[in-house]
């Protein structure tokens, strides 16, 4: 019994070794001139998932364990009136992002794993409160994706809004690889697009698709952590976590399919395949891909004079090497990949400051702010 | 033909009971696998190998096979600061998972009877129970 195991696994072995992978169109490289480094401004923080900044400067921060920290003269406030929060896997208080007009109505949007619902488990969440006093108030759950599951997988969560107001954001496959993604009568493995209340726009690619989740923009994703509006275009940029190589990055457009699973740069973690296609009719093709891959999370687009060398580049966490990758971008074509600030740590998240200065969140260490070299 | 029925029966049953002991540790580890799959895998790997540098390994790790007890509290509570495997130190961070005693359990008797890896006594729920942060 043992002789067949040991030679099932040696077949096994054999036919993952003949699955190749396609690298990546453009290697990254480490820079040899960088003009700029990083200084710690939030120190002693565990797994900063999300940040977003007040007009006064000073920064809200969500700890992944299920606590939002505002930052302000050097020191952390505990805000209290979260809802409750799942944490489980990769579940947890998870993004956080200020509405466009937050001067005027003082709204602030996060994501979180919740457990209401009749199942067991948890799944993605959308909220919005205020704050005021170091509490939050006037919660509104404005969304809440279905079943709830146990699986600690894929929660997605990145938020944004677009240049007409609209509210984005992500939710992974939750580990349901298979049923998911491609059904748009279930949640999970989409970008969703509300009006800033919640309710959903009738202009929305799904209104009227009998079953469909109308809050559906775009399906067929894997997990996605990065997203953000394009400084230049206002088109909504994210990027998503392959399983072993290709993560992807994307351009959002309504109604569209980015093919997980039938189409992937990517194999199982094993080595093993799960589809024979990287394209078909009908599914988008990503901007870019990355394998091997760098497990992205947080994406910022460089548009302020800090860094006028890094104008309209891409800049991408990598929780699994340790650095910051800016991509330059000509031509909707990856030209230029570099590794920034390398063994820095896990990185989490990446976001361009009402100052204009990038702030890089780093697990375990805290947030940085990358400035220019001292000569 | 009844008869025969009847003793095959009653051997089997004590053969069971005889393997009760490994059966539990059987379904454990498969349990286990599952949680290996959700919770670990895309970090430390499907060969146990981990990253270089970054994560550390599960196979044939020194700190897995002499730290019961550390492993344990590591996937029970998170783990954070230096740790030392086969000889290189690693300062990452990993968040608490959010396991039940079970599930960790479970994940422990996987990684730690899976690869190369062996371990005779059984991890049980009441043995994470204890383990304190």
């Known amino acids: 019994m043992t002789h067949i195991h040991s030679f099932l696994a040696i077949i096994l072995m054999t036919l993952s070794a003949c699955s190749q992978q396609t690298a990546s169109k453009v290697q990254a490289e480490t820079p040899t001139d960088l003009i700029y480094t990083i200084e710690l401004v939030v120190p002693d923080l565990e797994i900063p998932w999300g940040m977003d900044f007040l007009p006064d ?155 469909a989740k109308q809050a559906i923009y775009s399906y067929g994703h894997r997990n996605p952590q990065g997203m953000v509006k394009h400084p230049e275009t206002g088109e909504i940029y994210i990027h998503e976590h392959g399983p072993k190589g290709g993560d992807e990055i994307n351009i959002i457009e309504k109604g569209k399919n980015y093919g997980w699973p039938v189409i992937s740069y990517g194999l199982n973690y094993d080595g093993t395949p799960f589809t024979d296609i990287t394209e078909k009719e009908g599914m988008e093709q990503p901007l870019f891909y990355w394998t091997p891959s760098i497990a992205p999370s947080g994406l910022s687009i460089v548009s302020s004079d800090k860094y006028p060398n890094w104008t309209g580049n891409l800049l991408v966490g990598s929780l699994k090497f340790s650095y910051l990758e800016r991509l330059v971008i000509e031509n909707n074509e990856v030209v230029k990949r570099e590794k920034l600030f390398e063994n820095t740590g896990r990185l989490r998240n990446v976001k361009q400051g009402s100052d204009g200065y990038i702030y890089i969140a780093v697990e375990g260490e805290g947030i940085y702010k990358i400035v220019p070299k001292q000569n | ?124 729920e009441k043995e994470v129970a204890k383990v304190k942060k």
């Not at chain 1, 509300?194 to 690619?205: A, E, H, Q």
């Not at chain 2, 970090?43 to 096979?65: A, F, Q, R």
Request: with cysteine; glycine share 10%.
């Open chain 1, 57 to 211: 400067g000073s920064i809200l921060i969500t700890e992944k364990s299920g606590e939002l920290i505002h930052y302000r003269n050097n020191t952390k406030q505990t805000i209290s009136g979260l809802p409750d929060i799942y944490v489980r896997g990769q579940g947890g208080l998870l993004d956080i992002r200020l509405h466009p007009n937050y001067n005027s109505n003082g709204w602030i949007y996060f994501s979180f794993a919740s457990q209401e619902g009749p199942e067991e488990g948890g799944n993605t969440a959308i909220m919005r409160a205020k704050l005021n006093n170091n509490k939050l108030t006037d919660q509104e759950l404005l969304y809440k994706a279905e079943p709830n599951t146990t699986k600690g997988q894929h929660f997605g969560s990145r938020i944004e809004f677009d240049n007409e107001g609209y509210l984005y954001f992500s939710i992974g496959d939750r580990g349901n690889r298979d049923v998911n993604p491609q059904d748009i009568t279930r949640d999970c493995g989409k970008i969703y697009r509300l009006n800033d209340d919640g309710s959903i726009p009738s202009s929305n690619p799904f209104v009227g698709h009998s079953g």
């Open chain 2, 1 to 124: 033909m009844k008869s025969i029925i009847v003793s095959i029966l009653g051997m089997a049953s004590i053969f069971v009971f005889q393997l009760k002991n490994q059966d539990s540790l059987k379904t454990s580890i498969e349990r286990g696998s599952q949680v290996y799959k959700d919770f670990c895998v895309s970090c430390h790997m499907t060969y146990g190998e981990g990253i270089k540098n970054v994560y550390p390994p599960l196979s044939k790790s020194d700190y897995l096979k002499n730290n019961r007890e550390g492993s344990i509290k590591a996937i029970k509570f998170g783990q954070k600061g230096k740790l030392v495997v086969n000889g290189v130190t690693y300062n990452g961070y990993m968040a608490p998972l959010g396991l039940t005693n079970r599930e960790v359990a479970d994940v422990m008797n996987y990684i730690t009877n899976t690869w190369s890896n062996k371990n005779k006594t059984m991890i049980t």
